[in-house]
T-cell receptor
Framework: DAGVIQSPRHEVTEMGQEVTLRCKPISGHNSLFWYRQTMMRGLELLIYFNNNVPIDDSGMPEDRFSAKMPNASFSTLKIQPSEPRDSAVYFC????????????FGQGTRLTVV | DAKTTQPNSMESNEEEPVHLPCNHSTISGTDYIHWYRQLPSQGPEYVIHGLTSNVNNRMASLAIAEDRKSSTLILHRATLRDAAVYYCIPLIYNQGGKLIFGQGTELSVKP
């Protein structure tokens, strides 16, 4: 398996534009997580899905952020409109069948909003 | 969520053992203890996990205190490639594998 695949790897956009980050989890995994990492706040959990259903979105910073998982092999994180403070590295992770399974992370998307 | 305390940074010499401590005094009996690390410019990667007994794998060993209020990640022979931030994370029972990252310990390895 190629691991968790995120795209794009880098994104530069202007303030006010819509940004969509994409994630393909490992096949067979049933939990998917979106994280954001900044120097100031470290790694923050934004939202996680179990069997394609959002379970906990309490980490989503505000209504400008939304996440979907239309099927077991694809998820998106959308920011609309984007702001400079959204600049960060966004990671997607997936984990397997049980709650104690280890998680596998993608390489991340570095987002810069100017 | 269970709180963890780790030193902000540690130093080691190459090819020497490293013991990375973690306090998790509020952990409950069913929570697993997971360790992850993040190498520069990469996503976090799984290292090891355990519940009560000490655990070994190809990357490291995990020593868990008898009262489960602390654990130690042991790298038997540090290499330059082990320089990373190491995170100790209690995995809460039946919360879908949700990982809550603290600040971690930044390990530097000197040649």
């Amino acid at each position: 398996d190629a691991g968790v695949i995120q795209s794009p790897r880098h994104e530069v956009t202007e303030m006010g534009q819509e940004v969509t980050l994409r994630c393909k989890p490992i096949s067979g995994h049933n939990s998917l997580f979106w994280y954001r990492q900044t120097m100031m706040r470290g790694l923050e959990l934004l939202i996680y899905f179990n069997n394609n259903v959002p379970i906990d979105d309490s980490g989503m910073p505000e209504d400008r952020f939304s996440a979907k998982m239309p099927n077991a092999s694809f998820s998106t994180l959308k920011i609309q409109p984007s702001e400079p403070r959204d600049s960060a590295v966004y990671f997607c992770a997936s984990s397997g069948r049980t709650w104690k399974s280890e998680a596998f992370f993608g390489q991340g998307t570095r987002l810069t909003v100017v | 969520d269970a709180k963890t305390t780790q030193p902000n940074s540690m130093e080691s010499n190459e090819e020497e053992p490293v013991h990375l401590p973690c306090n998790h005094s509020t952990i409950s009996g069913t929570d697993y203890i997971h360790w992850y690390r993040q190498l520069p410019s990469q996503g976090p990667e799984y290292v090891i996990h355990g519940l009560t007994s000490n655990v070994n794998n190809r990357m490291a060993s995990l020593a868990i205190a008898e009262d489960r209020k602390s654990s130690t990640l042991i790298l038997h022979r540090a290499t330059l490639r082990d320089a990373a931030v190491y995170y100790c994370i209690p995995l809460i029972y039946n919360q879908g594998g949700k990982l809550i990252f603290g600040q971690g310990t930044e390990l530097s390895v000197k040649p």
